[in-house]
């Protein structure tokens, strides 16, 4: 039975741990329903606490309690109290160490929650962060709690052949019964959420890496049988990643055994356990005719994100759940940058701002919008969140863009040597930036505590007789829940200038005496002016540069100027941000239009700003194709007032069409001259071929004509990448294509026993704009292959629907609604965690109009009636209503 009001946790309230768990040394005897854990725990009292308390209080939920023992002797009944989730020893010695002994079972099968050791596709394996480790046996369970581990698994040879846990394998035997045993011990102190486990019939691919000082590191691979050819990619992704953080930080890998498991039921993308990742299959899995370029690219981001985590994350750790970011925003900066350098710089830039922008700043302006270091939660897994991490990511590039890579570099370099071994706060993180360079980031800490999206407002004045061009930007931020008034933030503005002739203005701020080609204007107050001099004539302002800070920026701009900027900035992302600018105001204009009654007709600009991009050659082909794309409707939405799916939907469909129209021949040609079979090659030239045609295809197929689905079948006919077959069954599924039922039933059978393609099947029909996607949705629900235990089913059937299909999700007669609280009650029980990540979709319910608001709301109080609802669902959903 669950407590109604569940209890709220206030970072405030920290207090260091009243006892340290030296070592500890775990037993499994491993049974896929009942499994006997055994723990031994060498303790003593923390002499930095003040608690005068001589009882020990463990945490500890699930678990079926068999024996506590104290020092060698077996305690009584009396002599400890178990509660719902905790284990409280009366009495326990101050003055030495002591060892307690806890023997007790847990049941495997039986937890859908995917937290703590359970079953995916007959492996056992664990997730431990944040708390799953009280899931397993009861102990300290926080991080700030670092523990030698020592681990012993015992198993049916048959059953479980492969038997892994953190560290090096020191020990192993065979036992009566077809039993058989291994132990392993982790040299590193570690708290218990990097923990790990698998058992299972694995197979593994091995290979080697050599670290810059010359230690060979072993590195395998562990899949199910079925999937071992699709770890080449993982493994080239790894060592790449080995060797980028020894370039860039210097950072050697510190075990002699890196190994990655990958298993297909798992509530996050992976998990960076000490020597012992365990992944999503999703980000582990890849063979040209099974992945896409975009899989590709996820799957080396990932394998980095969890291997830079040894550093960020694990050699250094958090003080409490509270710094999350500290872990999660500098690693997601360390694996953006990784990708950046591995891929296109420009083109990841625009991916990772694009998804803030959409993503990000809608939690930020939504009811539960939350600093990237939280002050309170009922459930901390409720803040692995985009503000955390994306947020918390840029958070971290600010300092990086005040200091300079230099700098930057110095400031890690002593944050390492000076926390190495130790559970941080985020605070320790600034102060190492600050004394390796003798700046003060004071003003800047407000980044960690204040919550919303600042907005900056830029008002240009150029001076003709003084050939001076003052800039005026004030910066303001929205309130957001706990946080009515906001505090000015220190902010890094990237500016550079343009001549009429397209060619770069010198920058030469008042007072300085430098002459740059882009200058990095710190703003710290409401409201400041900058003044560049020596302009004989008014320049084009180009700012924001990269988007050197997570805001919101307003500036007059006329189509003309966007247009220019389009064709002159040499600052890759404010030139694609010049044109989704220039195609937002004109979508805008659109959706005015259609709202008062008015014909759409689109602005001869955007046409001619179209051809251009199109006419001028391009080397990189992803970047030229974001430059040919338009903005999504989820972004437009965040644009509006109050959100008009249907026109948005509308007004963007309209655009597409028009330029697919009055470009068709240059589209085609684009198509023609890019589409050749270069399946299986994944070098930035192949990925941009295939980008930039499918671009094209995509255009192409507004025009809805025979001639286009013949073309569109024939790619998906012959494609032999999920690039290019994925690409046009996208086509083909958003037309009246006549083969498109015949396209899906093949596709299906080609790949019923790929998990992840299907998945991509089912996220397909389920993001879909044609009119009967609601009932496909929902027949889809009924498909055999469709397993409301398997987080990647879900993820692709009801998170596509919900969170990618605005225009059939927010249906006005509110049954995408219904449905999702529907699955979502259904999933409060089965597994929390995802459940609650679904709420996610109603949380904004305040953006829409008043009919659509009341759909939304009653079911959010609906869910809130939910029988046993879980902590997780219970914060979001009462959080969204308050
Ligand atoms: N630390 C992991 C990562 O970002 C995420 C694991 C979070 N899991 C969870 N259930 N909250 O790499
Ligand atoms: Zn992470």
Sequence with gaps: MRDPNPQTIYLKDYTVPEYLIHSVALNFTLDDENTLVSSRLTLSRNPASQSHDTSLTLSGEN????????????????????????????????????VLTIDNTINPKANTALEGLYLSNGMLCTQCEAEGFRKITYFLDRPDVMTLFTTTLVGDKDRYPVLLSNGNKVAEGELPDNRHWVTWEDPFNKPCYLFALVAGQLECIADRFTT?????????????????????????????????????????YDLDLYMIVAVGHFNMGAMENKGLNVFNTKFVLARPDTATDSDYEHIEGVIGHEYFHNWTGNRITCRDWFQLSLKEGFTVFRDQEFTGDRTSKAVKRIEDVNMLRTRQFAEDAGPLAHPIRPDAYIEINNFYTLTVYEKGAEVVRMIHTLLGAEGFRKGSDLYFERHDGQAVTC?????????????????????????????LSVRQ????????????????????????????????????????????????LQGGDQVCDEVILQLTQSEQAFTFEGLNEQPIVSILRGFSAPVKLTIERSLDELAFLLSYDSDTFNRWEAGQQLAGQIITGLIADLQNGRDMAVNPIMINAFKQVLEQPWDDLSYFSLLLSLPSETYLAEQMQIVDVEAIHAAREFVTLTLAEQLQSQFQALYQGNHRDESGKFDAGAIGRR??????????????????????????????????????????????????????????????????????????????????????????????????????????????FSQSNPLHFHAADGQGYRFLADQIIALNTLNPQIASRMVGALTSWRRYDEGRQALMKAQLERIMTTEAISKDVYEVASKSLA
């Design 63 to 98: 678990l079926k309690l068999i024996r506590v023992n104290l020092d060698d002797g077996d305690l009584s009944k009396a002599q400890y109290l178990q509660t719902q989730d905790s284990l409280i020893i009366h009495d326990v010695p101050q003055q030495q160490r002591f």
């Design 212 to 252: 810059q000082s010359g230690r060979d590191i072993d590195l395998q691979i562990f899949v199910e049988k079925h999937d071992i050819d699709k770890c080449d990619h993982a493994m080239q992704s790894l060592k790449n990643a080995m060797s980028w953080d020894e370039q860039v930080y210097d950072r050697e």
């Design 427 to 455: 605070d320790d993180f600034v102060s190492a930036m600050e004394d390796a360079n003798g700046v003060d980031l004071s003003q800047f800490r407000r980044w960690y505590s204040q919550a919303g999206t600042p907005v």
């Design 461 to 508: 004045h150029y001076d003709s007789s003084a050939q001076t061009l003052t800039l005026t930007i004030g910066q303001s931020c929205p309130p957001t829940p706990g946080q009515p008034v906001k505090e000015p933030l220190h902010i890094p503005v990237t500016v550079g200038l343009l001549n009429k002739d397209g060619s770069v203005a010198p920058c030469k």
């Design 691 to 800: 980008r930039i045609k499918n671009t094209c295809l995509s255009y192409l197929s507004k025009l809805e004509n025979s001639h286009i689905h013949e073309l569109s079948q024939q790619q998906f006919n012959t494609a032999k990448n999920m690039t290019d077959q994925m690409a046009a069954l996208a086509v083909i599924v958003n037309n009246p294509h006549p083969a498109k039922q015949q396209c899906l039933d093949s596709f299906y059978h080609q790949w019923r026993d790929e998990a992840l393609v299907i998945d991509k099947w089912f996220a397909l029909q389920a993001s879909g704009s044609m009119p009967d996607t609601f009932a496909t949705v929902q027949a889809l629900m009924r498909h055999p292959a469709f397993d409301l235990k398997n987080p990647n089913r879900v993820r692709s059937l009801i998170g596509a």
